[in-house]
Structures are given as C-alpha cells and as structure tokens.
C-alpha cells in the first residue's frame, strides 16, 4: 500500500501543511494564516498557542482532502515539521506556553544587545562563527525573559522554538522531554558549539542563562514521540503516527533547492528575505564583527551556511497590500500589482523606498521605513516596483559581502512565497548581476519536511539522493546587462541619500 508523510512549515505569516506520498508528489495542503501583535514600539509577540491550533487545523483539512480522494488516513507513516530559527517561547512543566513567542522582528533586547557585544569576546565567532550578537538572537530573548516575565521566573522550565513546541504538544510531551535539532540550536547565535553540536558552559555562563533551560539537542530526523489521542480527535489522524524532531525553516528551504555542498547561493524570500551561501564551515572573513552575516549550522551533518538578511522583506510587501492598497484579504491582488509594476520603468522614475518598517541597527540604525522621491503622477504601482527593488539593492549589499571574500555567486535558487514573482525574479537578476532560478515547489520547506519523514521511517535510505532527485528548476531569469547598469548608478544614488538622512 503506498505511504505518505506529512509535513509542516510554521512560518511568520503563515502554517503550511502538506501531505507527500513516497514519489514525493503532493495529494494535500493547506495554508492558514498567523497573527502578529506589535504591544510596544520595536515589539513583536505572537502565540505558540496559536501555531498549535492552525496545524492542527490544517492537519484536519489535510485529512479532510485524503478522505475525498478515499486515501486511508492509516497510511501517514510520519509527522514532521519546521519552524523560525530565531524566536523562542518559554514553557511550563506540563510543556505549555507561558511566555509570548518572541521572534526575529522583535528589538526589544536592542541595549542589552550593545552590552553584550561591548564585552568584545572572541568565544562568540570561535565557537559559533558569530562575532557580533544580535536581537534577532534567541539568546538575547531568552536573557530578557529571564529579567522581566515574573510567571516565567516562579514556573518556567524550558525555552523552546515554535516548530519543536508544536511536534511536543502534538506528541503530549512534558518540558522535561523538551528538545531542538542541532540545526535550529545553531539559530540561538550565542550559546553553542557549532562545530560539536552541545551547548557552551563557557558561554552560557557568559550569558547568564541557566543551562537547565535548554532542551536537548538531537537529530533532525530522531523520533520523539508519537501522535497523541487527544490529537488525533483533533487533527483526523490515528494515534501513533510517530513524529520526528523537526529542522530549521532556512535549512530546510536550502535543502529543498538542492543544496548540500559549498559554495551555493540561496534565496530564502519569505517574511524576513534571507541570502543564504553554503559554505564548509567558518571563514574568518564573513564571521568577522560589523560583517551583518549570521553563521548556522545545516539540517545535515558537516553543512554550514552564512545568511545576510533583510527583517521586513516579505513583511514589507505584505504591509504595502494590506495597510496601503486596503487588500488584506486579497492575496491574488500581489500579481496584479506586479503585473501592473511592469509597466514602470527601472527605477521607479526616481522613488525609493527605504524598508526598514521595524527597528533597525548598525549603520541606518535611526532611520525607519518610507518612500522618497514621489511625485504627483506616483502610484501604487510605481511604490510597488519601489519596494520590490529597495529589497533586490539590499540583496546586493549582502552579495558584495560575499564576492568580497572570495565567493563567486553566478547563480541564485529563489525559494518560498517571492520565487513566484516574475518581476522580482527579474528585478533581483538585473540588480545583482546573477542568474536567478526558481525551483518548482517553491514552498521547499514543507517537501523536504516530508521527504525526512520518510527517511525517519526507513522508507527512503539514501537522504543526500532523495533530497537531491527532488529538485526541479521551471524558470531561468538572466540578468539584462543594460538593467545593470543603470541599477549600479541607482544603488549609489540610494546610498548617498541614505547617508544623508541617516
């Protein structure tokens, strides 16, 4: 009888769940959106609780949609998922949330950031290949925790991710059996060894952070329990599906595009657009402090990645057609706007857009979002192709980072919700003088998600060749060398005027 896997990608905007059988071809999905909360200025809060209830959710519709296509929900043989790097949320004993699920757009711990980072440790990029700290940083979130949430003091037990929470309370595990894959350990930044996979006493010490508080590391695909009874009346599944650790959302869509070796480049184009190289491991030159480059271990043993970031790339475009164009219910209105920003000329006819619509640091650390630039025949087209292009320059920031120290970027895999862009495709080829490709499931994650399940299972022996036989190209954008150009001079403009409202 055929097999089938299940798969999850708990995102910022979003909780996909999709169902793959053994030929990895997909008979089931949903897509259910997440809410985010903003208390305070440079906060950003939302709730493990609710990742929970919308898998769940999306595991009945899931189920639901095998029951149409008289497919047994007997024949799931494993549950896996993936969620956000940088964000935690503080347990009880019982394993439930009790903390606010703090992730990577929140800046709360911007000060004590700047402390941290004061110390000027060389332990940080020696053992994790990070110099610098980072509010994006779990380490940090769980430093402001533990000073200021008065439950989490009197009863909290473990800090965990929003992906392994979920696979936890599906399994009914208890704090004490907390755990996090050596991939998403790597997206605390400070706290770890990269290399050996354990935490850092040294470190932790450094940090104040008890290490009773860390789950245990494990592998990716190491079974953690099964599906529980109440969650199969939940989710429409049986009891006893096992379920395996789950992986980080930017490992997973670098091995959903194929990349298991060095010296390949990634678009991950999601909520926070990241610029993912594989590498072999630390290079002095990019873990070096004001780099701006994030180091993390990889899904599979002895991978390691460096990712540049842009916070609110793909939030950016979602706040455009939600707040401004008043379509927040009408996520067909992007192509329409894409299709409509076509018509613009490059470079928007002089507008730009500067997206930095949460707290930023560094170098433009005081400035926030908003276009500059428009005149009386600007239009929302004309602002979208704006923003579609301020993130590409930012994009180009990071690559000169990497051509710098010797990486030759030719070509880059486009990957999650922006891959289906044509224009931005075009846009980011154009500016960052590259190839760009596009993967025929662009929401990666979530396949590779379920081709580890299966793998988990003993269904598929060899994962470096399924992973790799999985990966499809359908579109190709080379870069038009005229756009270039023209875009070279463009960055140098938006530079000079960031400079000078900084």
Avoid at 343 to 353: A, D, I, Q
Avoid at 401 to 419: C, F, H, L, M, Q
Wanted: hydrophobic fraction near 35%; glycine fraction near 8%; charge should be negative.
């Amino acid at each position: 009888m055929q097999q089938y896997f299940l798969g999850f990608d708990a995102g910022t905007q979003s909780v996909k769940v999709a169902i793959y059988d053994e030929d990895m071809n997909c008979v089931a999905k949903s897509v259910n959106k997440t809410t985010l909360k903003y208390p305070h200025i440079g906060w950003v809060e939302m709730d493990a609780e609710e990742y929970l209830y919308l898998t769940k959710r999306g595991m009945k519709e899931c189920a639901i949609q095998l029951k149409d296509k008289k497919i047994p929900v007997s024949s799931v043989k494993s549950i896996m998922g993936d969620g956000i790097i940088c964000g935690i949320v503080g347990i009880d004993e019982s394993g439930k949330a009790i903390t606010p699920y703090i992730n990577y757009l929140d800046s709360r711990t911007q000060h004590d950031v700047e402390v941290i980072n004061n110390l000027n440790l060389s332990i940080w990029q020696r053992e994790t290949g990070n110099a610098d700290s980072s509010c994006m940083f779990p380490a940090m979130h769980a430093r402001w925790i533990l000073a200021n949430d008065e439950d989490f003091k009197v009863r909290g037990k473990k800090f965990v991710h929003n992906a392994p929470y979920i696979l936890s309370r599906l399994a009914g595990l208890s704090s004490e059996d907390a755990f996090i894959d050596w991939g998403t350990m790597s997206g605390w930044g400070l706290g770890y060894h990269v290399y050996d996979k354990k935490w850092s006493d040294e470190q932790l010490e450094i940090l104040g952070i008890d290490k009773s508080y860390l789950p245990k590391i494990v592998k990716p695909w190491d079974i953690i329990g099964s599906l529980s009874k109440e969650a199969t009346e939940e989710t429409g599944f049986e009891e006893g599906i096992p379920i395996c650790a789950g992986a980080g959302d930017t490992m997973q869509s670098m091995l959903g595009n194929g990349i298991i070796e060095a010296n390949k480049a990634v678009d991950v184009a999601g909520t926070c657009a990241m610029f993912c190289v594989s590498t072999n491991g630390i290079i002095p030159k990019l873990s070096r402090r004001g780099s701006g480059l994030i180091f993390n271990s990889g899904t599979l043993q002895d991978t390691y990645f460096y990712w540049g970031f842009v916070r609110t790339g793909g939030l950016s475009l979602r706040w455009f057609k939600d707040n401004i164009c008043q379509k927040s219910d009408d996520d067909v209105y992007y192509e329409k706007l894409s299709k409509e920003a076509k018509k613009v000329s490059p470079g928007c006819n002089g507008v730009f857009f500067l997206p930095y619509l949460t707290d930023t640091y560094g170098e433009y650390s005081n400035l926030k979002g908003s276009f500059i630039n428009m005149t009386l025949d600007t239009d929302q087209y004309v602002l979208w192709r704006s923003i579609l292009e301020s993130i590409a320059y930012e994009y180009l920031d990071i690559t000169d980072i990497y051509r710098n120290a010797g990486i030759d970027i030719n070509a880059i895999t486009v990957t999650e919700g922006g891959s289906k862009d044509d224009l931005w495709n075009q846009i980011k080829a154009d500016i960052i003088g590259s190839k760009v490709m596009t993967p025929q499931v662009s929401e990666g994650a979530v396949l590779t998600n379920c081709i580890i399940g299966s793998y988990a299972v003993g269904n598929i022996e060899n994962l470096k060749i399924a992973l790799s036989s999985s990966l499809k190209v359908t579109n190709k954008y080379i870069p038009n060398l005229d756009n270039t150009k023209f875009y070279k001079n463009q960055y140098k403009i938006q530079k000079d005027i960031l400079k000078t409202i900084r």
